[in-house]
């Protein structure tokens, strides 16, 4: 009998591990395919085989699309957005995660009336398409003095991602034993100092999340980037567009290909280094709730 | 320290009332227990003097300071939780430094208290760990250590040792009781354990449904149950409850106990209360501790004492004693006996009864008749 279901046991697990196998080849393909071309002479890839190595290896196309491809008028490559795009997240993840933290310790450890509705009202706010909210905000921006500014994308997708973030730290704090609140107020702990002190420190798990969520959010958003920037507050994505549609004449789809990863590098690396903390933390705020 | 003073403190939510009009005087140095089933309401109350809750009415002074409408960390009060609520981001220096750094205490003075409170529970040797590394003994220790820190007015105890196994909290009870003895410190404990409140307290509020059943003395509560709810939550096993009808004798009155087929069981009540005398002829709950009977055979009975007969139904010895349950005129009655005593189920035998230690209370209102 145990020699029966163990043998049972090892061909189920050749079996998993087939088709998770083969399901990450399939996934890993673009990949494969973006990074084989971008190092690529144009020629092979226009009279070869997509699939096919390099035959003349070259980093050639990486440069180009980093330092001097035409995007748009400019022939400045990506390096100035990417540059921008980075002024725009790193400031808007912050924001909107600090924000989440705040709404998500207030809807928790103050229940007024009303906290569940505002809640769902926040909660709402995910849903809303993009393309409804460009005219109303486009006015506000004009408004406040900030379109067409990295300023003022930071703004939009920071308000865009309180809704996400709120919900993160609300479900997250719901699970917060109450006695550590309680108990930081009774030991004197004020307001934000129950928050900073007590409720952040012990929130790695779900900042992480939030984090992660909105860096990727924010660094692949192109909606917004292209409806309120301009030529000098571009993000990564406007420019990677830009870089596509501006060639003159011929089609570089090597530089196409190492422009597309260069873009994608960022949000690459966050979720390699942070990846486990994500499942961890999505976990972490979903067992109690 | 200082004295607490509940005054007509009550509760609702919406239309239910959580605490009925609850008033309690501490004088500095007591050890108040508030004790009671749970969805008593003794949780509540405590929050409410922590000041994490507000009452609907009435009011709270401490040390003849009204401190009603004032903020928890305005209060001058420390509280130990029964999850410890340590703060797991900080180590145990720095959880009993907290309160002290939230009042901006001077940092070498701060460093002081850690340590003469760490030397003071013993926990010099874990000042560094962080709560996740600590046991559930330690734990305590660190939490009860946060809340001397301060040295607050008024230390408030919410089920501390509920979390903790069976010897552990023993030891720990003992140790709150030495902290109040050496400290002097006024204290409010919360429990749902009789024992433990009979063990710390030297008042015992007993609460039940929002309502206080009784506030006393340990002994007041055990020997004196002010109905037939304290009598029947305070003490293990609990006191026997058995209607009677208390009939005119020679001598005075006599409990006469029958229920079902059993033959009917007379005892007499030597020198009764005017109070109880009052209730002549009528039906009344007799409350009897186990410990207050013992085996007749072969001892004289004292002056208070008086013989009755019962069938022996189950015997349980524990090992420094042997509780038997008796059939007494058909109701059962559980006696505290020697450990060596020799009974077996089924048999009769008869028994003396101390009155000296017999309540009664009113079949109608459930109330000591006194």
Redesign the interface.
């Known amino acids: 009998m145990p020699e029966q279901r163990s043998s049972g046991i090892v061909l189920q697990r050749v079996f998993l591990y087939a088709v998770l196998l083969s399901l990450a080849l399939l996934f890993l393909l673009p990949v494969y395919v973006m990074v084989c071309n971008s190092l690529k002479p144009l020629d092979e890839i226009r009279s070869g085989n997509l699939m096919a190595l390099p035959i003349e290896w070259t980093i050639e196309p990486w440069l180009t699309a980093w330092s001097t491809a035409q995007i748009g008028v400019q022939p400045t490559g990506l390096k100035p957005y990417f540059y921008n795009s980075f002024l725009l997240v790193v400031p808007a993840v912050v924001i909107s995660t600090l924000i989440g933290a705040l709404n998500g310790y207030i809807l928790t450890q103050f229940r007024f009336r009303g906290a569940n509705a505002l809640f769902a009202a926040m909660l709402f706010s995910v849903f809303i398409p993009f393309q409804i909210v460009l005219i109303p905000m486009a006015k506000t921006l004009g408004v406040l003095g900030m379109a067409g500014t990295v300023k003022g994308l930071i703004f939009v997708n920071s308000v865009y991602g309180i809704g996400f973030t709120t919900l993160f730290f609300r479900n997250y704090y719901a699970a917060f034993?109450q006695?550590?609140v309680?108990?930081?107020?009774?030991?004197?702990?004020?307001f934000f100092?129950v928050l900073f002190?007590?409720l952040l420190?012990?929130s790695g798990p779900i900042i992480v999340v939030t984090v992660i969520w909105q860096f990727t959010n924010i660094w692949n958003e192109f909606l917004f980037g292209a409806s309120f920037s301009d030529f000098s507050s571009f993000p990564i994505t406007v420019a990677l567009n830009n870089l596509v549609n501006s060639s003159t004449g011929v089609k570089e789809y090597n530089v196409h290909f190492a422009g597309a990863f260069i873009a994608a590098v960022p949000t690459l690396i966050v979720y390699l280094v942070s990846g486990k903390y994500f499942v961890r933390g999505l976990m972490a705020g979903s067992v109690k709730g | 320290m200082a004295s607490l003073d509940l005054i007509n403190v009550e509760k609702s939510f919406g239309p239910n009332k959580i605490l009925h009009d609850i008033s309690i005087n501490l004088v500095h140095g007591e050890f108040l227990v508030l004790v009671g089933p749970s969805g008593c309401g003794k949780s509540t109350l405590m929050n409410i003097i922590a000041g994490l809750e507000e009452p609907s009415g009435g009011q709270l002074k401490l040390d003849g300071r009204d401190i009603t409408p004032l903020a928890p960390a305005d209060r001058n009060i420390s509280m130990v939780f029964q999850s410890y609520a340590l703060y797991p981001n900080m180590t145990v220096a720095k959880n009993i430094e907290f309160p002290l750094a939230m009042r901006k205490v001077e940092k070498s003075k701060r460093a002081e208290r850690v340590k003469s409170v760490a030397t003071l529970l013993q926990i010099e040797h874990l000042l560094d760990r962080k709560p996740r590394q600590l046991s559930g003994g330690q734990r305590q220790r660190v939490a009860i250590g946060r809340a001397l820190a301060r040295e607050p007015q008024l230390y408030l105890f919410d089920e501390p040792l509920s979390n903790l196994d069976a010897q552990l909290r023993l030891d720990m009870r003992t140790e709150i009781k030495k902290l109040h003895q050496r400290l002097g410190a006024t204290i409010v404990y919360v429990t749902h354990d009789q024992i433990e409140a009979m063990t710390l307290a030297t008042r015992i509020a007993v609460m039940k449904g929002g309502v206080l059943q009784q506030l006393g003395s340990p002994y007041e509560v055990y020997n004196k149950p002010a109905n037939t709810f304290v009598a029947g939550f305070m003490g293990s096993p609990r006191m026997n409850l058995v209607k009677a009808r208390l009939a005119k004798a020679s001598d005075g009155l006599a409990l006469e106990i029958k229920k079902g087929e059993r033959p009917l069981v007379r005892i007499p009540v030597p020198s009764p209360s005017s109070a109880l005398s009052a209730h002549a002829g009528g039906e009344v709950i007799a409350g009897i501790r186990a410990e207050a009977v013992r085996l007749a055979e072969g001892a004289a009975a004292g002056p208070m004492e008086r013989p009755f007969d019962a069938r022996v139904e189950v015997t349980e010895p524990t090992g420094a004693d042997t509780l038997v349950v008796l059939d007494l005129g058909g109701n059962e009655f559980t006696v505290r006996l020697e450990p060596d005593v020799q009974l077996k189920p089924g048999q009769d035998a008869r028994f003396l009864v101390d009155l000296s230690k017999l309540v009664c209370f009113d079949t109608a209102t459930e109330r000591l008749i006194a």
């Open positions: 034993p006695e550590l309680r108990s930081a107020r009774i030991d004197g702990a004020d100092g002190r007590i420190p012990s």
